[in-house]
């Protein structure tokens, strides 16, 4: 669903980008709080409203996620639909080397390769583009600010999305109400399919998170990783082959090297996960005497490798 949403926008114009963002906040919060009403998870909000720590970091991450919705959209119904892919695959870069950066991590030798040739790309980019692809950029920085906020939040999927488009919406309704007062709205003047359309934007928004937040709980971590690829792959091939966008040779050399940076993360993470459960397998089957100590080394070790980090769900 997240990979066809380049779909969706179009069908909402002459809607511009920020009335189709304005209307994506106010009709998801109703879809959500729908959802949540019926479900009765509400113990959450009043913990939250407790908490201004955390609440201002929804704060930050309601900021954040709303440039990227808005960028987002405006992308892809300017014809930018290829670069805005670009975006989320390069996402993952963006993340790790934000983790090195803000948080002092310490990459492993082909995490450092795969940066770099992710560098190399963006460079190779810049130059068949004639420009820096600032909407690829500012969608994978916008984003990896998100999922470093939302993990500092440590709320669950549906939960935070209520709590973030809850921050969005009174803007968001103040500038519905001050479109249609200027006479600069299409919810009421372009029929009933279109206001439709509009109001659907809610649903387009929150169900593939509800399904994402289904399959995290079902599906291991490593797969949903893998996974998640497919939402910059179905938005790419859209963009080259249904919004039939150019791609001359220069860009198909920085998606390549894109890719060859993706395919050394995924080998890598996949190697270091097999390593820690061959190493906690052996612990385990050691002597009682020693399994103590072992078994809690290794089993840290596992669970480093496999908690971080996270696959952020993705909502263009």
Known sequence: MWGLVPLFWPLLKPAGAVEILAHRMVWSLVFVGAALLVLRRWAWAGELLRQPRRLGLITVAATVITINWGLYIWAVNSGHVVEASLGYFINPLVTIAMGVLLLKERL?????????????????????????????????????????????????????????????????????????????????????????????????????????????????????????????????????????????????????????????????????ARRASRTLTDEISVPSSTKATGTTSAARNAESVASGPDPVDARP
Not at 157 to 182: C, D, H, K, N, R
Not at 212 to 237: C, D, H
Not at 242 to 253: D, K, S, V
Request: hydrophobic share 55%.
């Open 108 to 272: 492993r030798p082909v995490q450092w390769a795969a940066v770099a040739t992710g560098c190399a790309a963006v460079v190779v980019l810049t130059i068949g583009y004639g420009r820096p692809p600032w909407i690829s950029l500012a969608l994978a920085f916008s984003f990896a600010t998100y999922g470093l906020v939302k993990k500092k939040v440590n709320l669950g999927g549906v939960e935070s999305l209520a709590a973030e488009t809850a921050i969005q919406f009174l803007p968001a309704l103040a500038y519905l109400m001050w479109l249609t007062a200027q006479g600069g709205s299409t919810f009421a003047t372009e029929g009933a399919g279109h206001a439709a359309l509009l109001a659907s934007a809610g649903i387009v928004t929150a169900l593939p998170l509800v399904c994402f937040g289904a399959a995290a709980i079902r599906v291991p971590l490593s797969t949903i990783g893998l996974l998640q690829y497919l939402t910059p792959v179905f938005q790419f091939l859209l963009g080259v082959f249904y919004f039939q966008e150019a791609m001359p040779p220069e860009r198909w050399a920085g998606f390549a090297l894109v890719w060859l940076a993706l395919t050394l993360l995924t080998w890598d993470a996949l190697r270091t």
